[in-house]
């Protein structure tokens, strides 16, 4: 039981783990903060927050729980504003869907207070974002990885790793590194072949035409396009070494069916078209299917 979460960012992502805290019965009160005012006072209206902050240090102020769940790019200046009262047993964390940029961020920042910084990184999202949409099942069945640090405190790790089964989620623990190689091969990558992809076609002199014949297949390629710009605008800077590096890759492997193509070889392209269709079939997912935001 925490006596009270301090939730700075109360949108889709600090909304959720409100409502779902409460429904567990694990948090006595919620505080929150949003640069919004009208975020804010609709968070409260909604029930998500028992109370409004007018700053992000101020929904910290007697929180044993702190979840920031705002934009990458806007960690190091939240650790900034709220590094002064956190307390060594207090727990922070945070939501970003990077996690080098983040960690970097609060070794510059939190210094000392260090041990109490938990980086999570929930695998989760709605096709809407904002606080309007928060939702008390957001967590169920997802995975949650976290990324501990050497300095972070045993105990709050073990305390965050409660507090997200207790939501419904999957933990899993893995290095920022990693976290950041993995997500560029199997999010981040991904949504900049949808952003770029759906451009090349709307681009085209008959690019409304071609969409108007548009099916099933086209939809679901492409639906992740359609994702938050300022999200994603932070997120591919933030990892844009791994994204590079699987972009190379893909180029490679694109190259190869390009290559069996040009000489008209149908034999070795199916031979690659088996190969991916084989792999594919035989994946499955840990959990759901992944919604917007859930990157």
């Not at 910290?60 to 769940?69: I, K, N």
């Not at 108007?212 to 605008?233: E, K, M, N, Y």
């Not at 492997?253 to 690659?272: Q, T, W």
Request: charged residues 20%; glycine residues 8%; hydrophobic residues 45%.
């Amino acid at each position: 039981m925490f006596s009270q979460l301090g939730v700075i960012g109360c949108g889709l992502m600090g909304g959720s783990f409100a409502l779902a805290l409460k429904r567990a019965g694990l948090v006595k009160r919620v505080v929150g903060y949003s640069k919004s005012p009208s975020t804010v006072e609709a968070a409260r209206r909604l029930g998500i927050i028992d109370v409004g902050a007018e700053s992000a240090l101020l929904a910290v102020s007697g929180s044993d729980l702190v979840l920031v769940a705002v934009p990458v790019s806007a960690s190091e200046a939240t650790f900034k504003a709220i590094r002064h009262l956190i307390e060594p047993t207090m727990l922070v964390m945070d939501v970003g869907s990077t996690k080098r940029d983040v960690v970097d961020a609060a070794r510059r920042v939190l210094r000392e207070r260090l041990p109490s910084f938990v980086p999570a990184h929930p695998i989760a999202g709605k096709e809407s974002s904002g606080v309007q949409h928060a939702d008390a099942d957001l967590y169920v069945g997802r995975q949650v990885i976290l990324t501990p640090l050497p300095q972070t405190t045993p105990e709050l790790v073990q305390k965050a790793t409660d507090a997200w089964s207790a939501v419904g989620a999957q933990v899993l623990r893995m290095t920022p590194e990693n976290h950041d190689a993995a997500f560029a091969a199997v999010s981040h990558l991904p949504h900049l072949l949808a952003f770029a992809y759906f451009s090349s076609v709307t681009q085209q002199p008959a690019g409304r035409d071609f969409l108007s014949l548009a099916g099933p297949g086209f939809r679901d390629f492409t639906r992740i396009a359609a994702s938050d710009p300022s999200i994603w605008r932070d997120i591919l800077i933030a990892n844009r070494e791994e994204v590079l590096k699987q972009a190379q890759r893909l180029r490679a492997s694109l190259e190869m069916f390009e290559i069996v193509m040009k000489d008209g070889n149908g034999a070795a392209l199916e031979r690659l078209i088996r190969l991916a269709s084989d792999a594919r079939a035989g994946w499955q997912m840990n959990n759901g299917p992944p919604r917007q935001g859930g990157r």
